[in-house]
């Protein structure tokens, strides 16, 4: 019989007694995912099985007795009955002894089972000979004689992180970390495989940084139990180690070809067939899945967007299925607010000043929460060499870019900066696709289940950019069946573009969504319905009564506001005919109507510009100017705003900048020059060709 050797420590369990064995014996968990180097005394060479796991052991194993030595992150099912194991004492008590065979694999060798006395840390041979229902192991100590000495690898079943519940049991994964945020408790990392993005929570010290040595991008294994945490489930780290060499490889490359797989666009049908839009599918897809890939990897994902009916019909949509599509492939509910940033702009271009606040809050992000800087992805705007400075700013910090846009472009200037870039001008179509429209599309590539919530979108951006599309009809038609005539549909441009002027530089949040009416089924009720009960039927009516309410609120503040601001400036409108016999309207927004109220001067030109239109008929072309700005609209010229801005940067030495469509847009200059810069311009516009075809009254939206 053993006994407790005199001077060691005694083992919690000495002095229990037999009645107390079964409580004694612990219970075996899965491995650790740590792998072990264990030497051998017979080199070895082939390959054997024992349980589930492969070994290495003797090339002629079956002519002597072998002995298997477990690898320490082996588990409980990696050991057969009957099989013979090398074994450390763990514990001495009166009626056995404890022995590990692993870190987590351990049981008794009962007295009668020994035939030696032993101290914690020495080793013994030992069979297999019981495993309870419990769990529990049972040993007999033997005398192997020769024997070879067989390592055993642990091979654990890696689970899936998207296919995870709230279970509490532990498991083992392998995968990428693209994320590491240090919190003031633990440090959470988050691991990418190919079915999702899951939080593991790694535990050294209250704000300490677990496993400094794993940095984002590394390939790990990690081995926890599952938990819930904030209404989803993260895996609480028992051990975490990087996974090296051919393993490596392995899951690396599986790894990819998952997210190659999972990352691609969704093939969908067209809302409407048109050609014109057939051509830019393949653009839109490639535009997808970088946004869908970008989303699986961690990375956060910037829409920057024009703060008009349009840019808002590109944006809310394409925010709302990314939202989805992050909330089915990440663990975490809060990833979606982490990753996912919607961002107006007033200018037609990316500022400068936009550029710097994005790219300021981006970098602290990094520092404090251990994000990728983002990918941003420019919406009904950025095709312009306007946007260059921006794009050599996100250029010095390697923050890749996409846009989708509409308006004229200078791709020579921005191809070099633009990682994909989808417009209708470099297909041979022009501004009456909208980018809501592109955008719609593009949701639905990205998330197909949002279709029946944004049917009616596309017609709002038509109308709310004044499309003369031969394709409204057919989407004007398509939100009939979603319940919105065409009146309806123009209440909500209106009393989007309304809001948008009040929040300035806010993305308007769930506000925006109520007033376009998408994601109504989860907008912002306090009843707590779960989906497909009476009391979600019940909030998805609210939000619908909502929406109606808000829009027909806001569009008649709106048309209200208009008419105030006409009322004021119409009889300051001064009128020439250019030499081309087109009509001129020339009004000084700054001097002739309400300032830092609604409408801003691009829609207060716009709007004076449609009523004299309504009322001559004939080509015209409306200028309101302000000290250092001037804004254009025309119908039935050929303007080619962005040429006329190119051409009067270089003769008139006023600073000129600016851009727009052909028929709408906007330029700068300085103060000093406003007469010089308005005389050459107003020159130019007598030399522009007629066309019947072309008017503003297909564009709108651009701002001073």
Known sequence: MATPPENEAADTRNGASDTDRDADVQGIDAGTGIEADVGTETEPTTEADVGDTAVTGAADVTDGTVVYDLAADCAAEDAETGALYRATVNGVVPYGVFVDLAEDVSGLVHESELDGEYRVGETLVVRLIEVRENGDLGF????????????????????????????????????????????????????????????????????????PEIERGDLVRVVGAVEEHNGGVQVEVDALDALTGEREREVREHLENQLDERAAARDVEPLIEWPAMEKLRPDLEAVATRLRRAALEGRPIKLRHHADGDGMCAAIPLELALERFVEETHADPEAPRHLLTRLPSKAPYYELEDVIRDLNHSLGDRERHGQRLPLVCMLDNGSTEEDVPAYETLAEYEVPVLAVDHHHPDPEAVAPHLVEHVNPYLHGEDYRVTTGMLCVELARMIHPEITDEVRHVPAVAGLADRSAADAMDDYIALARTAGYDEGDLRDVGDALDYAAHWLRYNDGGGLLTDVLGVNLADAGSDSGGVAGSDDADADADGSEARHRGLVAHLAERAERDVSRQLDAARPHVERATLDNGADLYRLDVERHAHRFTYPAPGKTTGAVHDRKVAETGGPAITVGYGPDFAVLRSDGVRLDIPTMVEELTAEVDGGVSGGGHLVVGSIKFVKGMREEVLDALEAKMGDAELDADLGSATVGGIEE
Do not use: N
């Open 140 to 211: 007999a100590e033997v005398d192997p004689g020769d024997h070879e000495v067989v390592a055993v690898e642990h091979d654990p079943d890696i689970a899936a992180a998207g296919d995870l519940d709230a279970t509490g049991g532990t498991v083992t994964l392998e995968g990428e970390v693209v994320g590491i945020d240090q919190t003031g408790g633990p440090t959470v990392f988050s691991l990418r495989d190919g079915t999702g993005v899951l939080p593991c929570a790694a535990f050294e010290a209250a704000g300490v940084r677990a496993y």
